[in-house]
């Protein structure tokens, strides 16, 4: 499991996320906790013109090496992802949504509420 202190260094450092192929998606733009466990569950990677959009793509069977976090899936498919703004908090509907595109079980109500923990250093680095 991928922790949040290898994700924030990644951050910090302007890192990439890449797929499961190795191909560059784009750079970490934000990284989403549970609010829960605090735990690390959703990145997104910026890509787009100057980084102007944001795939959001879970940190379940990601990996961090070489300065990178390696995703679990295929880039198409992160960029393919429901277009979501990165704004704070995410929706119970919103977490859904991304649970069901990527396949993966919904851990339940209780944590549908996510919040944004580590930005930039551009005022939007917290909830």
Known sequence: MVNMQALQD??????NIVDREGARIGKVGQI???????????VTAATGLFGSSESFV?????????????????????????RIEAEGHLSA?????????????????????????VGRGDGRDSS
Not at 10 to 15: T, V
Not at 32 to 42: K, S, V
Request: hydrophobic share 35%.
């Open 58 to 82: 879970p940190v379940k069977g990601a990996v961090v090496h070489g300065g990178e976090v390696a995703v679990a899936y295929g880039k198409d498919m992160v960029l393919g992802a429901p």
């Open 93 to 117: 509907q919103q977490e859904s949504e991304l649970y069901a595109y990527y396949g993966l079980e919904h851990p339940g109500s209780n944590s549908a509420a996510l919040r944004k923990h």
């Open 10 to 15: 990644i951050l910090e450092k302007n890192g």
């Open 32 to 42: 989403y906790l549970d609010d829960q466990t605090n735990e690390p569950e959703w």
